[in-house]
């Protein structure tokens, strides 16, 4: 389920806060993360804000993206279904830190 991110906010029923994580399409590096927060809605499905630090312009304009949230024992990946990043521009890639927020779909756990 995807939703327009920056849309008004329902209550979510749990958050799930970290510091590293990446975008990533297939196997290469597109963006790195520094502090984000996944939350799940009934409406909305899951989302994504996070801050942008590193990208790849290339790489981050690709399809399909996905997020992955770095344990200290694997990761956990959800499929991006519509990134915005910064002033809610899709796909542009901005010089330095910025806010970004996703749409994401079901997540699962590679070890």
Not at 27 to 46: F, L, P, V
Not at 62 to 76: E, N, R, V, Y
Not at 96 to 104: E, I, K, N, S, Y
Request: glycine content about 10%.
């Amino acid at each position: 389920m995807s939703s327009v991110p920056g849309a008004p906010q329902v209550k979510p029923q749990r958050y799930i806060r970290g510091v590293a994580g990446l975008i990533r399409w297939g196997h290469y590096r597109a963006g790195a993360i520094n502090g984000y927060t996944i939350w799940r809605t009934r409406t909305n499905g899951w989302q994504l804000q996070a801050t942008l630090v590193a990208a790849d312009r290339y790489n981050l304009k690709q399809q399909p993206l996905t997020f992955s949230a770095l344990l200290k024992k694997g990761q956990w990946i959800w499929p991006i279904d519509r990134l915005v990043i910064a002033d809610g521009r899709e796909a542009a890639v901005p010089s330095g830190p910025c806010p970004v927020r996703a749409a994401l779909g079901e997540p699962y756990r590679e070890k």
